[in-house]
């Protein structure tokens, strides 16, 4: 048989050698699996083998000729994941086997290739969790954040036409980045497809829609209102002070005033051209919102359902404010508002969402994120343990390893207070560590309001005997790091607790934490997807305090 470019003749025979020996060693990895597992273990046949079958496809590129491939797909003929005991071994449409069976056909623009646990390898230590009978990592110091290797180039190029097929043209090898997820236990591959869609032509589309509507035989050159078009995003749940859009926006107001006009931005008209220029740089958020792409497409709808438990609960006036501080008790008890931010930074606020208010308590789940994002969860938890007290969030007790229970309690929020100060930079100064705590709670919020109030920072210091009580009986435990200083850390907790935000910004916050470290407006990864995991699993089982 001969290759359909060079001519030049494939030793199929010696093809099938190589075919034979890729199978034996398939073979051979999975039965060391079943030695080291123990015979009563099943062997994992999805992915401890992926290396080892890329390697051996640098001999099968060798024998083929130079716009041929082999595609090596693991899994049954009927699984779509590739889920399976069986191995097959399919030929390029060049050798003139099977063309319609040459790669199975992808969903979407992407392919996502999902590995259920780390590549196995005798004396390498690391750990599947194959018949681990949990969803969390079993070992994670074995775990490298991002797993490389290199494989034929087997990604199908989308034709202009909308037909995805193999890409004869690419001879080169590629490698497969693979991210670890730790919250999922799992490492994703994402391919991006060789054709991509001309942009101009989706911007031209989009300029098209949205439009001022003229009448059929008007002689004006067709213009887009500004107004129109961002209420667009405002009725998606989309600001106008989102980050995400601030290029747009900008371009938008270097146009008005090169035009002298004084006007407003939404009384702005612009042409075609002037459109695609402002629209160029935020384009690929812009598309996406518009093609209705976020994690809550009727926002409208969504958002009446929260306007509607607004009402039913706005004249509660049962209960009182709160005055264990006695400035917190200055507070209206009539004040009412509720913000929402998605993952994919949604918002929707109503009521009284802007007035200024302490974090007290919710500021400890985030003194906890930032010490394990800092140190890690090995170092914090020498201090401060990580389940369920089971008494009151002040009481004078301690965990049988003489710590305090977690870290959402007083006496854990105290001694994340004292890890912060005394082993987080501890070449900085206290008023510096103050800046890097704030600066991570403003990186957190996406840059939305986080303020410091001093009068309750110092009322909470003047009334505080109840937490300078905890704080004296771990230093009788030895409970807080060496060469710790008790006032200074029981300072640092009441600025934390004194740090002032409002509904929007806390709303963003708590976004961030839903999307796994990442803050939606922004797109910002502040907090490792690790250290989200674990605030969140203390969050469920510790988060009420003593219910």
């Keep these: 048989m001969e290759s359909s470019d060079s001519g030049a003749e494939v030793d199929l025979q ?8 890729l199978l034996n060693l398939v073979e051979k990895e999975a039965r060391q699996d079943v030695q080291e597992k123990g015979e009563n273990k099943t062997p994992d046949p999805t992915v401890e083998t992926e290396v080892c079958i890329a390697a051996v496809q640098e001999e099968l590129s060798a024998l083929l000729p130079k716009r041929s491939s082999v595609s090596v797909l693991r899994g049954s003929e009927g699984s779509d994941q590739g889920r399976g005991s069986s191995l097959s071994i399919r030929e390029s449409p060049v050798l003139g086997k099977s063309p319609t069976t040459h790669c199975e056909i992808l969903d979407g623009t992407n392919f996502r290739l999902k590995l259920g646990g780390l590549i196995s390898t005798p004396g390498s230590g690391r750990v599947s969790r ?8 079993l070992s994670m110091s074995v775990r490298s954040e991002q797993l490389e290797y290199p494989c034929l180039n087997f990604v199908q190029s989308v034709t202009p036409a909308g037909v995805r097929e193999m890409d004869p043209n690419i001879d080169e090898h590629m490698t497969i980045k693979c991210h670890y997820n730790p919250i999922m236990d799992e490492y994703i591959s994402l391919s ?19 439009k001022t509507e003229q009448a059929f035989n008007s002689s004006r050159v067709p213009t887009l209102n500004i107004g129109t078009f961002l ?76 306007r509607s438990i607004y009402m039913e609960c ?15 008790a200055t507070y209206s008890p009539q004040y009412w508002g509720v913000s929402v931010c998605t993952v994919d930074g949604q918002r929707f606020s109503i009521g009284e ?14 003194t906890y ?11 914090v938890h020498k201090y401060v343990g990580q389940e369920p007290s089971g008494r009151m969030f002040n009481e ?23 890890i912060l100060l005394k082993l987080v930079k501890p070449e900085m100064a206290i008023s510096e560590k103050f800046d890097l705590v704030w600066n991570y709670f403003r990186e957190i919020a996406g840059h939305e309001h986080i303020g410091f109030n001093n009068s309750i920072f110092l009322s909470e210091r003047e009334t505080a005997d109840r937490n300078f009580a905890l704080a004296y009986y771990m230093k009788e435990n030895k409970c807080f790091p060496t060469g710790f200083n008790l006032q200074d850390s029981l300072d640092f907790y009441f600025q934390t607790c004194s740090m002032e935000v409002n509904c929007d910004s806390l709303s963003v916050l708590g976004a961030t934490l839903a999307n796994g470290g990442t803050c939606p407006t922004t797109e910002k990864s502040v907090l490792r997807p690790e250290v989200v995991r674990d605030v969140l699993s203390l969050m469920h089982s510790c988060g009420m305090y003593n219910y």
């Design 353 to 366: 969402t802007d007035i200024e208010f302490s974090l007290q308590s919710a500021s400890k789940p985030f």
């Design 396 to 418: 004078l007790s301690l965990d049988f390893n003489n710590k305090p229970h977690n870290p959402l309690l007083n006496s854990g929020a105290i001694m994340s207070a004292a």
């Design 369 to 379: 994120a930032i010490c394990l994002n800092e140190l890690g969860s090995e170092i």
């Design 14 to 21: 010696s093809c099938d050698v190589v075919e034979q020996e």
């Design 314 to 328: 706005k004249d509660i006036d049962s209960g009182s404010v709160a005055s264990y501080i006695p400035q917190l």
């Design 130 to 137: 194959k018949d681990s009978g949990c969803s969390t990592p």
């Design 231 to 306: 209420k667009e995003f405002q009725n998606l749940g989309i600001r106008r002070e989102d980050p995400r859009i601030k290029k747009f926006i900008q371009n938008l107001q270097i146009v008005l005033k090169e035009r002298g006009e004084e006007i407003s931005l939404d009384s702005l008209d612009i042409d075609k051209r002037t459109f695609l220029r402002c629209v160029e740089e935020d384009y690929e958020f812009i598309s996406r919102v518009l093609k209705n792409q976020l994690i809550i497409p009727e926002f409208n709808e969504f958002c009446e359902v929260i």
């Design 192 to 210: 991006e497809p060789a054709y991509q869609e001309d942009t101009s032509d989706e911007m031209n589309t989009m300029f098209e829609l949205y």
